[in-house]
């Protein structure tokens, strides 16, 4: 199974600030990678797919970038409704999994 | 749009059987497929297995072979997940989800399962 690994699992920030999320995979997963977004007690929502496509309704402050085994999600200017768990999930090799998580909670 | 409607919450016994249902509407199984996540508590997301289009069997994780099975139905646009063997880390949020190119981008409510003797 490919193996994926999220740093941070834990950041603090504040409203307006600009967070960076990586995720790395065990091999290469192409450009086979989506982020999700969830909150307490809902389920996830998509937010990038193909690694740097932006999910119709979602706020152009959210990018992802990357190929390979490296990937970043950006926010650029934090939001209120932005502090959640991201999770990235490659999308090339069954089984299609998960990251761990980045919590991003407020400062 | 897709819409998909999950069962209601299950408590089971360790070693039976549960099945949850995923009902859709505006949309096909057939053209966005049905897969099946869960959520441990206060954990992250397992990826278990489903039907991803052009594929027509089912794909599982290896670690649920032989105790996971995923149907749909088209005549009710109805999908179901059946764990057999229910253990105590089987307790879970269950979520059905469906999408286009293996993303997910349409998600059940999430089905709570808790395995308790």
């Known amino acids: 199974d490919i193996q994926m690994t999220q740093s941070p699992s834990s950041v603090s920030a504040s409203v307006g600030d600009r967070i960076t999320v990586t995720c790395q995979a065990s091999?290469?997963?192409?450009?086979?990678l989506a982020w999700y977004q969830q909150k307490p007690g809902k389920a996830p929502k998509l937010v990038i797919y193909a690694a740097s496509n932006l999910q119709g309704g979602v706020p152009s402050r959210f990018s992802g970038s990357g190929s390979g085994t490296d990937f970043t999600l950006t926010i650029s200017s934090l939001q209120p409704e932005d502090f959640a768990t991201y999770y990235c999930?490659?999308?090339?090799?069954?089984?299609?999994?998960f990251g761990p998580g980045t919590n991003v909670d407020i400062k | 749009q897709v819409q998909l409607v999950q069962s209601g919450a299950e408590v089971k016994t360790p070693g039976s059987s549960v099945r949850v249902s995923c009902k859709a509407s505006g949309g096909t199984f057939g053209t966005y497929g049905v897969t099946w996540v869960r959520q441990a508590p206060g954990q992250g997301l397992e990826w278990m297995g489903g039907?991803?289009?052009?594929?027509?069997?089912?794909t599982y994780a290896q670690k649920l072979q032989g105790r996971l099975t995923v149907i749909t139905d088209e005549s009710t646009a109805t999908a179901y997940m059946e764990l057999s063997g229910l253990r105590s880390e089987d307790t879970a949020v269950y979520y059905c989800?469906?999408?286009?190119?293996?993303?997910?981008?349409?998600w059940g409510q999430g089905t709570l399962v808790a395995v308790s003797s």
């Open positions: 091999q290469d997963i192409g450009r086979w």
């Open positions: 039907f991803t289009p052009p594929l027509t069997t089912p």
């Open positions: 989800a469906c999408g286009l190119m293996y993303y997910f981008e349409y």
């Open positions: 999930q490659q999308a090339n090799t069954f089984p299609f999994t």
